[in-house]
């Protein structure tokens, strides 16, 4: 099918020869965040801005798919940003949960149950235990020498880095700079919708624009920044090979889509099924190549 189906999953079937069954149990989006809400992670509209991760390290009980997250210092500040921070914790864990329900992948799990997101740093020596890494309001961060080299010799061994949520000019200059410091030789491109990580579980017809909550309301332009980000795109930085390195989402904030599930049922229908499709092939993608 063209779109993931917001409604429980027991009618989606996955792409021929795909490796990971799709979970057949009926599931709802719906985030349970009562685990987060009580340890307070949220302010207003959820949001917070943090200094730290809310754990140190790297899950208790590895054994399956632990998100990474970025964390990054922010060097300059976009409208609506939080730094590294942006869309964190729930972005992250309604992906993970969403990821062991819609495939057979196991994921990591915290002491306590919870799944396997973290934080960690570009020169983090743990970097090396995470499949991969994800940065929202990746136009504000700004990297170390010693993150810059470390970043570049885990993306040259195997790593993945997957930005998000930076919009306009001036975002994409900034972070595109930092990604010419961490790997000079390669071009950034425009990833092209033949591309097969566009069909590797679900089928993914065009990138969406998704925007903050916030900023949304229904018939309102989901551009953040008018005209200057009117349109949404995938870019990706290659290696001689073709395996992708990094991969950025411009113009929109797929993670919001994940992060919000649970808070307005008009912005989930309207962005969390397109959010969840993206997601999940992106994460399949990793582990396959």
């Given at each position: 099918m063209d779109r993931l189906d917001p409604r429980p999953m027991t009618r989606i079937a996955p792409r021929p020869g795909f490796l990971f069954a799709l979970a057949v149990c009926g599931v709802a989006f719906v985030a349970d965040v009562s685990p987060l809400r009580a340890q307070g992670y949220f302010g207003r509209y959820g949001e917070s801005s943090r200094s730290r991760p809310i754990r140190e390290g790297l899950p208790d009980l590895p054994g399956g798919f632990t998100f990474c997250r970025l964390w990054y210092t922010q060097v300059r500040r976009e409208p609506g940003g939080l730094g590294w921070s942006t869309d964190y914790p729930r972005a992250d864990r309604n992906l993970t949960l969403r990821l062991s329900e819609l495939t057979l992948?196991?994921?990591?799990?915290?002491?306590?149950?919870?799944?396997?997101?973290?934080?960690?740093?570009?020169?983090?020596?743990?970097?090396?235990?995470?499949?991969?890494?994800?940065a929202s309001d990746a136009g504000t961060a700004g990297f170390e020498t010693a993150e810059v080299e470390a970043l570049r010799?885990?993306?040259?061994?195997?790593?993945?880095?997957?930005v998000d949520d930076f919009w306009g000019n001036r975002a994409w200059a900034h972070f595109?700079?930092?990604?010419?410091r961490v790997l000079p030789e390669y071009d950034v491109i425009d990833l092209p919708m033949e591309h097969p990580l566009y069909s590797i579980v679900y089928r993914v017809p065009k990138i969406p624009q998704i925007t903050a909550l916030q900023f949304w309301y229904p018939g309102?332009?989901?551009?953040?920044?008018?005209?200057?980000?009117?349109?949404?795109?995938?870019?990706a930085i290659l290696d001689e090979n073709g395996r992708i390195l990094v991969l950025m989402s411009h113009n929109t904030d797929i993670a919001d889509g994940w992060e919000r599930e649970g808070d307005n049922s008009a912005f989930f229908d309207a962005f969390s099924p397109d959010a969840y499709a993206i997601g999940i092939n992106v994460l399949v993608w990793i582990m396959t190549h």
């Open positions: 992948t196991p994921v990591a799990r915290w002491k306590d149950g919870e799944p396997g997101i973290a934080g960690v740093r570009a020169d983090d020596p743990d970097l090396y235990r995470c499949p991969f890494l994800f010799e885990y993306l040259l061994k195997g790593g993945f880095l997957w595109t700079g930092e990604m010419a309102a332009s989901t551009s953040e920044r008018g005209a200057e980000s009117a349109e949404p795109r995938i870019y």
